[in-house]
Nanobody, 123 residues
């Protein structure tokens, strides 16, 4: 199980920090992923940490603004979102997978995914 939190309403240019806590499994040997989906749009991969070497990957639309991190001792992952734009408005989901980050595929099925938290960027 994954439980995401931290979403809300923020003005353009603002920041939010999303959290995602795992229960029933540990982050060991799992890539950790954030993805998002806006109404009427395809799922979009946001970021990933690979368990093998800790490397991070970001979608082009969030590079330089978002940062993914994790605290494996707490079984918690985070997404720090800065310089938010209205086009960042979406439901954000956390996920974990043993094989791949799946950022490039809107149809990739993750081993675990959370229920989502709404992020709205608007003035």
């Amino acid at each position: 199980q994954l439980q995401a939190s931290g979403g809300g309403l923020v003005q353009p240019g603002g920041s939010l920090r999303l959290s995602c806590v795992a229960s029933g499994f540990t982050f060991d040997y799992h890539h950790l992923i954030w993805f998002r989906q806006a109404p009427g749009k395809e799922r979009e991969g946001v970021s990933c940490i690979r368990f093998s070497d800790g490397t991070t990957t970001y979608g082009d639309s969030v590079k330089g603004r978002f940062a993914i991190s994790s605290d494996n001792a707490k079984n918690t992952m985070y997404l720090q979102m800065n310089s938010l734009k209205p086009e960042d408005t979406a439901v954000y989901y956390c996920a974990a997978d043993n094989e791949d980050c799946g950022l490039d595929s809107a149809l990739y099925e993750y081993d675990y995914r959370g229920q989502g938290t709404q992020v709205t960027v608007s003035s």
